[in-house]
């Protein structure tokens, strides 16, 4: 199995703040790589797909790039709405996989 | 109209099995397959497989290897996840997902269904 990998297991963060979370997969998953926003108590919620795309009603403050390895989601000023548990997702394999999420909180 | 609907919460004896359902609507669900995440409390999110409602073709995580079924009705757009032999460790919410064609990606979500082990 394609093993996802995502840096640092937490983060304190402010409003307004830009904010980077790294993912990296144990094999080259090209650009299979999704990202998801899960609130306490929700289902996850899709933000990015293919690396870099925006999914449909997502702000513009979300972006993701990467290939190959190493990936990154970013937040370009934190709102209050955001601090959530973020997970990565490869889909290049079709045995999925998900990394270990990162809590982002409130400084 | 919620476009993945699963059952309620359930509560099994170890041993025992589960079988939980989600009934999609809003789509045709032969189109896309089903893919089953589970996460335990305080714990991120654990993928279980994937099941093409079409052709009833399965691809299992290989830790659920043996103890996961996954299953459908299509007269009624329901795919079912059915997990045996059941142990304390199984206790968790247990999501179904639509895995979007193109890029195998979870584009809508079912709202969770709790499942605790205990004797």
């Known amino acids: 199995?394609?093993?996802m990998t995502q840096s640092p297991s937490s983060l304190s963060a402010s409003v307004g703040?830009?904010?980077t979370i790294t993912c990296r997969a144990s094999q080259n998953i090209t650009n299979y790589l999704n990202w998801y926003q899960q609130k306490p108590g929700k289902a996850p919620k899709?933000?990015?797909y293919a690396a870099s795309s925006l999914q449909n009603g997502v702000p513009s403050r979300f972006s993701g790039s990467g290939s190959g390895t190493h990936f990154t989601l970013t937040i370009s000023s934190l709102q209050p709405e955001d601090f959530a548990t973020y997970y990565c997702q490869q889909s290049y394999s079709p045995l999925l996989?998900?990394?270990g999420g990162i809590k982002v909180e409130i400084k | 109209q919620v476009p993945l609907v699963q059952s309620g919460a359930d509560v099994k004896k170890p041993g025992a099995s589960v079988k939980v359902?989600?009934?999609a609507?809003?789509?045709?669900?032969?189109?896309?397959?089903?893919?089953w995440v589970r996460q335990a409390t305080g714990q991120g999110l654990e993928w279980m497989g994937w099941m093409n409602p079409n052709t009833g073709n399965t691809g299992y995580a290989q830790k659920f290897q043996g103890r996961v079924t996954?299953?459908?009705?299509?007269?009624?757009s329901t795919a079912?996840?059915?997990?045996?032999?059941l142990r304390s460790e199984d206790t968790a919410v247990y999501y179904c997902a639509r895995l979007n064609k193109y890029n195998r990606n979870c584009d809508i979500w079912g709202q969770g269904t709790m499942v605790t082990v205990s004797s």
Do not use: A, H, P, W
């Open chain 1, 1 to 3: 199995d394609i093993q």
């Open chain 1, 17 to 19: 703040d830009r904010v």
């Open chain 1, 46 to 48: 899709l933000l990015i």
């Open chain 1, 97 to 99: 996989t998900f990394g």
């Open chain 2, 21 to 23: 359902s989600c009934k």
């Open chain 2, 25 to 35: 609507s809003g789509y045709t669900f032969t189109r896309y397959d089903v893919t």
């Open chain 2, 70 to 76: 996954m299953t459908r009705n299509t007269s009624i």
């Open chain 2, 80 to 85: 079912y996840m059915e997990l045996s032999s």
